[in-house]
């Protein structure tokens, strides 16, 4: 099957701080890449639906400035996370849709913690 | 407005059989997934269904009624590695995901 690749699989930064995240398809062009956060025990959010070449589409309560999306290829999507505090603590998922069918793919998520 | 039901939570033994229930209500339909997750991992797909009907992969079956808007997935022969959450998922008519809360299966002895 297609394969999402995530980098890094987990950080750990200072409070104040931005951390990149990126999300890379590694054996097919995504048109389309959607980024999701999972606190524990709780289901999948998705926070933006990212296209390639144009800016991405952030669900209600999302902050567009806080988290910064930039799909510039068909292979790689990426998340900042601007100005991080703790309480974005949490597992960063993305996944790409094969623009060929309208599978999802997902990455194998990033843990990111901010003390 | 859209909406995924599942349970919560569901309980079986090892070796048994589990159906785990979907209903959906979305704006247009063009499939429904079920994904697999285990804590602290990434979603894995299991199945995906367009077409009315039972779809059997193995030890899992999914089967999907459009008219009724629902679905489930049918795990059997449970096996311990199967206690995970279990995510379904419909592709409405802007081909978007809308997911369900997911159910934890949990399998005991």
């Known amino acids: 099957g297609a394969v999402v690749s995530q980098h890094p699989s987990w950080v750990i930064c200072k409070s104040g701080t931005s951390v990149k995240i990126e999300c890379r398809s590694l054996d097919f062009q995504a048109t389309t890449m959607f980024w999701y956060r999972q606190f524990p025990k709780q289901s999948l959010m998705l926070m933006a639906t990212s296209n390639e070449g144009s800016k991405a589409t952030y669900e209600q309560g999302v902050e567009k400035d806080k988290f910064l999306i930039n799909h510039a290829s068909l292979t790689l999507s990426t998340l900042t996370v601007t100005s991080a505090h703790p309480e974005d603590s949490s597992f960063y998922i993305c996944?790409?849709?094969?623009?060929?069918?309208?599978?999802?793919?997902f990455g194998p998520g990033t843990r990111l913690t901010v003390l | 407005g859209q909406n995924i039901d599942q349970p919560t939570e569901m309980t079986a033994t090892e070796g048994a059989i589990v159906q785990i229930n979907c209903t959906y209500q979305?704006?247009?339909?063009?499939?429904l997934f079920w994904y697999q997750q285990h804590a602290g991992e990434a979603p894995t797909f299991l199945s995906y269904n367009v077409l009315d009907g039972l779809e059997e992969k193995g030890r899992f079956s999914s089967f999907l009624s459009r008219s009724k808007g629902y679905s489930y997935l049918l795990l059997k022969e449970l096996q311990m590695k199967d206690s995970a959450s279990y995510l379904c998922a419909v592709l409405d008519s802007n081909y978007q995901l809308i997911w369900g809360a997911g159910t934890k299966l949990i399998i005991k002895p």
């Open positions: 996944s790409a849709r094969d623009r060929r069918d309208h599978e999802q793919f």
């Open positions: 979305t704006s247009g339909f063009n499939g």
